[in-house]
């Protein structure tokens, strides 16, 4: 998981979907693992 890619990402989904994040979680990280 990349902690720069991961706070980039939630500031661009919280912007757009506020109260999105909590229900999607972290993708990228279930793909890295």
Do not use: K, N, Q
């Not at 980039?8 to 279930?30: D, N, Q």
């Amino acid at each position: 998981c990349s902690i720069a890619a991961a706070d980039e990402w939630i500031h661009t989904v919280m912007g757009h979907h506020r109260g999105f994040l909590p229900a999607m979680g972290r993708p990228w990280c279930a793909h890295a693992s």
